[in-house]
């Protein structure tokens, strides 16, 4: 049949196969056993064998151009080769529909070449597969180029390559997938947007997965390389690998939405924006699902999503390692400005600055959250939950993991920028950092209430049981962890610009100026807090606070206090008021030693000291 003359009959093959069939046309247009049927036409129970089809435009093994007709329970093996619109059994199914039907053939061409059909124009694929090896240029998939119709339980196990917009079942697909899978290896040499079962995908997948591996440069996904449309309840078990834009369930999600779907395969980047299930999701939702496998990439590398542009991660997790040779890792998401909540991940991660155990920078809410990965980063702003949390908040979240880095370095928050809150919150691993080192939060811009610590903490200078350095309040809070360090040491905060309210620190404290078994160096209000850890250092030590400001009232400190001058069991050097409050260590010194205060400036009222007392002047 022709365009002016198709057939629109029925052929009814009852079961027989044709062998051998060859057709070489190689500049021409429909060319198959059938060249064009139209919407009469049925063709159904016949095999072709060992088919030998070349074409143009329009070349399928069976039928060029389906306008409309039907094909049914029938197959196509061989090879079957062209320039557009290439497929082993159907090239154009214009509206059709193929069911029951499968091919085995080798299929070679350059636009909208399948496996099965070269494009599904609103048509109905269904019941059908396809087992071999598909190559081409653009729009290429394992067995269909481009859906604009229906795909319906569906699969295909060949390998296919090509350069931009290839999968393993369809390589671009504007339509419906459904209940489909793709096994096959996966690959672009160059270009971009490989998935394991879509390329590209600007319609709906639901209930799909795919097993074979994938490779690629940019938009290069387990499941889908660029996804503009929903994915829904599916899988990839693959592992994955690209340059940027990587991902071992999508490689870049355009406001699309992910959701009860997972992906499994170790996912690897030599760039940026590398995710165990979304490589960089721009805007939209993640909802319900996971990834398993572990992670490298360079910049914005997370176990779930490498980057997350103004959206919602929730209730989802990874499990995997993740390793950025850059800035923004975090065991879930590299990068986010949204929300996270009800979320976790338990890998290990390491990268440069804005690292996290779950989150490496974070603009918004994280909350009932947890990371249980040891942390490393090379940089600053590393912390055992997130890096660094700018305008934002972390309540009821938790961390395990060991945290190690550079400035701004915390148990659960790295850094808390322009008033960001931590609550409900706690951390017990060991943190280590140069500056601003915390058990809990580097340093935070905001307040820190029902929160705990339990990590020993060491650092040079701003280190604390619980923060480092803080611009706020500390209330109803405590760490237990022993504290080491250079200036500013203290066994809940480090320097404190604020108040401390109802907190206390149990151990020991040891640094070289302002250090106290509570705060090191405070310029605001201590209130029924206490410390009990003994406390060691040079200049101005104190059982509870190192160097005050302001007010310390009903307080004390149990613990023993050695230094060198301004050495007091409760303040070392205060520039305030004492009052209510006592002390029962030892305290010794050179100068200025003293067993409730080393030095005061200001009036004591109402307090007491029981340890012994040793010094000089």
């Known amino acids: ?36 049927i139209s919407s009469n036409a049925v063709i159904e129970n016949v095999g072709l064998e060992n088919v030998s ?54 299929v070679r061409g350059a636009v909208y070449i399948g496996g099965l059909v070269g494009e599904n124009y609103y048509g109905r694929v269904i019941k059908c597969d396809a087992t071999g090896d598909v190559s081409g240029g653009e729009k290429v998939g394992g067995l269909v180029g481009h859906n604009w119709g229906m795909v319906s339980s569906c699969y ?50 639901s209930n799909c997965s795919a097993t074979g591996d994938v490779s690629g440069s940019s938009s290069v ?5 660029l996804n503009e449309g929903t994915v829904n309840s599916s899988y990839a078990a693959g592992n994955v690998s690209g340059y940027d834009y990587v991902g071992g369930l999508v490689g870049n999600n355009w406001q699309g939405t992910v959701n009860s779907s997972y992906a499994t395969g170790d996912v690897n980047g030599s760039g940026d924006y590398i995710g165990g299930l979304v490589g960089c999701y721009w805007r939209g939702t993640v909802n319900s699902s996971y990834a398993a496998g572990d992670v490298s990439g360079h910049d914005y590398v997370g176990g779930l999503v490498g980057c997350y542009w103004r959206g ?95 400035m701004y370095v915390g148990g659960l928050v790295g850094c808390g920028w322009n008033a960001g809150a931590v609550s409900d919150s706690y951390a017990t691993g060991n943190v280590s950092g140069s500056m601003h080192v915390g058990g809990l939060v580097g340093r935070i811009e905001g307040a820190v209430s029902d929160s705990y610590a339990t990590g020993n903490v060491s650092g040079d200078r701003c280190v604390g049981g619980l923060v480092g350095r803080i611009e706020g ?22 320097w404190n610009v604020g108040a401390v309210s109802d907190s206390y620190a149990t151990g020991n404290v040891s640094g070289s100026m302002y250090v106290g078994g509570l705060v090191g160096r405070i310029e605001g209000a201590v209130s ?11 200049r101005c030590v104190g059982g509870l606070v190192g160097y005050s400001w302001e007010m310390v009232s009903s307080s004390y400190a149990t613990g023993d206090v050695i230094g060198g001058e301004e ?37 004591v009222s109402s307090s007491y000291a029981t340890g012994d007392v040793i010094g000089g002047e």
């Not at 929730?314 to 950025?324: F, M, P, Q």
């Not at 500390?474 to 066994?491: F, L, N, P, R, W």
Request: charged fraction near 10%; glycine fraction near 22%; hydrophobic fraction near 35%.
């Open 312 to 406: 919602t991660v929730n209730s989802s997790y990874a499990t995997g390692d993740v390793n950025g040779s850059g800035d923004y890792v975090g065991g879930l998401v590299g990068r986010i400005e949204g929300t996270l909540s009800n979320s976790s991940a338990t890998g290990n991660v390491t990268g440069g600055m804005y690292v996290g155990g779950l989150v490496g920078w974070n603009k918004g809410t994280v909350s009932n959250c947890s990371a249980a990965g040891d942390v490393n980063g090379s940089g600053d702003y590393v912390g055992g939950l997130v890096g660094n949390n700018l305008q934002g908040t972390v309540n009821s979240s938790y961390a395990t993991g060991n945290v190690s880095g550079d």
């Open 528 to 538: 029924d807090s206490y410390a009990t850890g003994n406390v060691s250092g040079d």
């Open 473 to 494: 309040t500390v209330s109803s809070s405590y760490a237990t962890g022993d504290v080491i360090g250079g200036e500013e040491v203290g066994g809940l905060v480090g």
């Open 221 to 225: 996904g387990g499941l889908v390389g």
């Open 156 to 205: 295909a196990m060949g390998n296919v390559s090509g350069a931009w917009r290839v999968g393993g079942l369809v390589g671009w697909n504007d339509g419906t997938v459904n209940n489909s899978y793709a096994m096959g290896y996966v690959s672009i040499q160059s270009g971009a947007y490989a998935g394991g079962l879509v390329g590209w995908n600007k319609g709906t997948l």
């Open 1 to 36: 049949g022709t365009p002016a003359s198709p057939f629109n009959g029925t052929f009814d093959g009852k079961g027989h196969k044709i062998i051998n069939l060859s057709i070489n046309r190689t500049w021409e247009n429909e060319v198959g056993l059938f060249g064009y």
């Open 53 to 106: 089809v070349i074409g143009y435009v329009y070349v399928g093994g069976l039928v060029a151009y389906n306008d409309e007709g039907r094909v049914n329970n029938s197959y196509a093996t061989g090879n079957v080769s062209g320039w557009v619109r290439i497929g082993a059994l159907v090239g154009e199914n214009y509206q059709g529909t193929v069911e029951n039907s499968y091919a085995t053939a080798e």
């Open 567 to 603: 050495v007091g069991g409760l303040v070392g050097w205060n520039v305030g008021t004492v009052s209510d409050s006592y002390a029962t260590g030892n305290a010794s010194g050179s100068m200025y030693v003293g067993g409730l205060v080393g030095y005061s400036w200001e009036m």
